[in-house]
Structures are given as C-alpha cells and as structure tokens.
C-alpha cells in the first residue's frame, strides 16, 4: 500500500544538473563521528528550514526526530492511510480518529518510546550549487529522552529499512523514482544517494560496472516483513580455507537466530559464538604461516597483531584474506585488510570482528567498518544488494563523493 501523494512535492529547486556528460542528482551527507562510531547524516527540516543531523540505521524502519517548532508540521491522523503504513497495521493508539502514535526505537541507545506521526517539510541537498528537492515527508516526532546514546550533535534516527516510508522510498514515491538508493561509508565522510538509478553518473562506469549483486532476503517477524537487509551466506573463508560450521546458523529461517544482517548500528562485524571461534582459529593459524605476531588483546577485540612485522598495502595491512561465499562459490564478499583490521594504537592492529554470544539475534552481523569504502546498491524494485570491492583497489574512497568533492570536480 503506498502512502498517498496528497502532500507530494512542494518544490523542486533543481534535480538534475549536467556537466561534461555526467549527471548529478540528489545526496545525503554523512559523517561518521570519532567517539560513537556512529554514521551522521544531513538533512534540512521544517519551516524556517533548518539543518539536522540524524544517526544513520541501514535497517530503521523510518525517520523520528526530537521535533523543534516548524509552521509547516501537520499531525497525521490514526485512522489515515499514512497511519496504517506506519505502523503496519490497524491496531494503532487512538484509532477512534485521535492522532497516529507509533513507536520509535533508539538501537543506539536501546530505547523505545512513543511518538507523534507527522508530515513536515524535508530537504535533501542536490549536487548542483545551491539547490535541494523539498519534499513533505512523513516521519515521527519522539521524546527528547530517545536521544540518549546519539552522538552529541544527532537529534534522531534516519532510517533507511524496506518499508514504504523510509526517507529512500517516499523521496522514490515523490518524484517518480525506482526504488533505490545507495550509501558508501568511510571513516570520515560518506554519502547516502536516495536514488541511485544511473551509477554511472554518481560513481563512474569503472566503479558501477563491476558491482557484484546478490539477493536481499525477506524475514518474517510478527507476521511483517522486516525493515532490516538481510543476504544469503552460504559459507565462511579465511585465506581460501572453509570454516566449519554449524550450517544451520547460516539459515536465515533458523529459530535460533540464524542469517545474516547488515547494520550501521553495530560499529564491527559480530559472530555467534561458535563461528567466531572458529573464524579466529582459522585466522590466528593463517597469520603465523604469514610470520604475525600475536600479541595481547585490546578491548574490545580478542585478536591483534603487533605492526612492526606488517607489510601495509593500499588496501589495508598485509593479512589473511576473509570471504563471505553468498549464493553461489562465484559470489564472493571479500575482506581486505582495510576492513578486517583496525589500528588500536601505534603498535597494534586487531582482528575488527566481535563475538556476538551465544544466541544473538542474528548468527552473522556486518559492521558499519566492514561496509567502508565499499559502494552498496540497495535496489528495493529487484530485492537485490550489489556490493564494489574496497575502493581502494583503486586509490579511491567514499570520502571522495561528498558534495563538496563531487562539485569540485564539476568546476
């Protein structure tokens, strides 16, 4: 069920702008903030228009906000079809016709509150000089309490889920686009493109052309489709050597927890606890045929090696590569050192991977690190992930295609 273009767009300042046969369209800006490891986006909201940053979570079902003043906010109803979208179905408070309240979740903070569903006014920045798309988007004002555990400057969440109203799927809905959008993360800027249907024009043919796709798998929870992106692992390898394992834990459809989930929420990839004990082994015993040195772990890490024997390369330090094997032994997610290591201090680089218990509520967690300098194509219309190898391959990174670098280019 769509949400109603009622309320569509209110202004389109400027869309597409072409410059030496590229074609630029609309970004959001992203930072990622050195004490949470949280991953910020910019956008601009209400009226008088302001700037706000809101902490990124790939599988949020929605946007929700500590709402300031704005003239243009308009409360939406309970027993509306923008009600019923967001909260999946009838049993909603206050459905004898009062306000729509919904539920917002903080996965940084692990908070949960009620809140107020609203239309308001929100911009997104276009790469052209001085012009955005405004639209009224649907999203929900919370409690200032829900705030707890953002980074300093966050006044909510930006949730990019597979749902209807997403900040990708109603901007999608608005003007007209195929659903998709794709995000490239670094350590200091990245960018979402809530619409990224000519790759070619955002991050040139070399980087769109050899995207490797899998599928996106659906998960039932509740008797809904959940927000969160999942794939499909098959198996696990360190250094062309396949893990043993419980098969089992792969299986998205297992009861205990099983699958694998992307997530900006959890800084460093996270394994059952079986899998990472035998990821680990495989790893240590890997890094001695290759003469690293162990030495005393860091928290939060088990694992780490001391950097003087390390041979450092433009992907990364020099160690054991690690493979996610999806649909197929053709379909390979591989990890460089880049994204499977992270410097801890001058002497030590650690394994950034996380045991994530016994049960957790998925076998296999893909970290914000992991998704660094790495471009993702979520296409919502073929429930399909195409996933770059590390940009730096290329002595390239996500940093590159803010706004302020990618106008550059265009001068």
């Not at 471009?375 to 190898?389: E, I, T």
């Amino acid at each position: 069920m769509a949400v109603p273009q009622s309320h569509s767009l209110l202004l389109l300042i400027c869309f597409f702008s072409f410059f030496h046969g590229r074609t630029f369209s609309l970004v959001i800006p992203v930072t990622k903030d050195s004490v949470t490891n949280q991953y910020l986006a910019s956008v601009y909201h209400g009226s008088p228009i302001k700037p706000i940053h809101l902490a990124v979570d790939l599988g949020g079902p929605s946007l929700w906000m500590a709402c300031g003043s704005s003239t243009s906010s308009r409360t939406i109803q309970s027993r509306s079809i923008q009600c019923v979208a967001a909260t999946g179905d009838g049993s909603r408070s206050g459905s004898g016709g009062g306000a729509c309240e919904v539920v917002a979740r903080n996965p940084f903070g692990a908070l949960v509150g009620k809140a107020l569903l609203v239309e308001d006014t929100v911009a997104v920045r276009a790469l052209a000089r001085s012009t955005a798309a405004v639209i009224v988007a649907v999203h929900s004002c919370a409690p200032r309490f829900l705030l707890q555990g953002l980074a300093k400057s966050a006044k909510g969440i930006l949730g990019l889920g597979r749902n209807q109203i997403s900040l990708p799927a109603q901007i999608a809905t608005e003007l007209g686009f195929h659903r998709r959008f794709s995000v490239c993360l670094s350590s200091t800027n990245g960018v979402v493109f809530p619409e990224s249907g000519s790759q070619d024009s955002v991050y040139g043919s070399e980087i769109s052309n050899s995207l490797t796709y899998t599928p996106i798998l659906t998960k039932i929870i509740d008797g809904s489709q959940s927000a969160e992106y999942f794939i499909n692992v098959k198996a696990i390898k360190v250094d062309g050597n396949r893990l043993v394992l419980d098969k089992s834990l792969l299986d998205l459809d297992s009861e205990d927890g099983g699958g694998t989930r992307l997530s900006t929420v959890v800084p460093y990839t996270a394994l059952e606890s079986s899998i990472f004990k035998s990821l680990t082994a495989a790893f240590r015993e890997a890094a001695r045929a290759m003469n690293m040195k162990e030495v005393a772990p860091v928290a939060s890490f088990e694992v780490c090696f001391a950097s003087e024997n390390m041979e450092m390369t433009a992907t990364g330090p020099k160690v054991p590569k690690i493979e996610l094997i999806l649909q197929s032994e053709m379909v390979r997610w591989k990890f460089d050192g880049r994204n499977s290591m992270v410097k801890v201090n001058d002497e030590t680089f650690c394994l950034a991977i996380v045991d994530g218990g016994l049960k957790p509520k998925n076998a296999v967690v893909l970290g914000g690190y992991q998704m660094e300098d790495i471009v993702l194509d979520f296409d919502m219309g073929s429930s399909m992930l195409g996933f770059s190898s590390s940009l730096l391959q290329r002595k390239r990174s996500c940093s590159e295609f803010s706004p302020e670098n990618l106008l550059k280019s265009t001068e």
